[in-house]
Nanobody, 114 residues
Framework: QVQLVESGGGLVQPGGSLRLSCAASGSIFRLNVMGWYRQAPGQQRELVAI???????NYADSVKGRFTISRDNAKKTVYLQMNSLKSEDTGVYYCNLRGRYEYWGQGTQVTVSS
């Protein structure tokens, strides 16, 4: 059984930075896409960024130039470096893994507020 464990969320002031991590445990299909989604209160879950097993990336327009997704295949871990954070980046951030099956993490809260 695959589990995804996120860490790194918290409270940060506008303009600040956070780094999220998501570690996968268990056996995962070597060809996969890992990514981050977020859900703000009262809103639908939306894509933030994804990265394939050969490190091709895709970002939501709202985070381009501010967020960077990366992965360490040996550690089965995906990272999201978030810079120049804005209040509208507030939400619960979920890690996602899509391979032969799809898995979600439990979510980590990111709050951007002064």
């Amino acid at each position: 059984q695959v589990q995804l464990v996120e860490s790194g969320g918290g409270l940060v002031q506008p303009g600040g930075s956070l780094r999220l991590s998501c570690a996968a445990s268990g056996s995962i299909f070597r060809l996969n896409v890992m990514g981050w989604y977020r859900q703000a209160p009262g809103q639908q879950r939306e894509l933030v960024a994804i990265i394939t097993s050969d490190s091709s990336t895709n970002y939501a327009d709202s985070v381009k130039g501010r967020f960077t997704i990366s992965r360490d295949n040996a550690k089965k871990t995906v990272y999201l470096q978030m810079n120049s954070l804005k209040s509208e980046d507030t939400g619960v951030y979920y890690c996602n893994l899509r391979g032969r099956y799809e898995y979600w993490g439990q979510g980590t809260q990111v709050t951007v507020s002064s």
